[in-house]
């Protein structure tokens, strides 16, 4: 079992950053992939980003690829999303998730067998 709890959510102006954290205790970190998905209210959750369990690999939606940068850290079994130049539509309840699956859908939730319980981002135009 894998325990993740999300902190870093906020309030932020259009333009702004943020930094999304992901804690993880439990089982060793440094086995599952980690992703961040994101769901908006009457939409339903999509994929973020992804990263490979050394830090080698990312992977991100085009929708955010090349303004939130993910990243991990094995000693601190944390995982972070650096969320830059933000917009009003990336609005949404942010959830990291783990998995030890090895494959190449990263981009799909079902691959994921652990969930945080999300953190609000709410950016104002």
């Known amino acids: 079992q894998v325990q993740l709890v999300e902190s870093g959510g906020g309030l932020v102006q259009a333009g702004g950053s943020l930094r999304l954290s992901c804690a993880a205790s439990g089982r060793i970190f440094s086995t599952y992939y980690m992703g961040w998905f994101r769901q908006a209210p009457g939409k339903e959750r999509e994929f973020v980003a992804a990263i490979s369990r050394s830090g080698s690999r990312t992977y991100y939606a085009d929708s955010v690829k090349g303004r939130f940068p993910i990243s991990r850290d094995n000693v601190k079994n944390t995982v972070y999303l650096q969320m830059n130049s933000l917009k009003p539509e990336d609005t949404a309840t942010y959830y990291c998730?783990?998995?030890?699956?090895?494959?190449?859908?990263?981009?799909?939730?079902?691959?994921?067998?652990?969930w945080g319980q999300g953190t609000q981002v709410t950016v104002s135009s």
């Open positions: 998730a783990g998995t030890d699956y090895s494959g190449s859908y990263y981009h799909l939730e079902d691959k994921y067998d652990y």
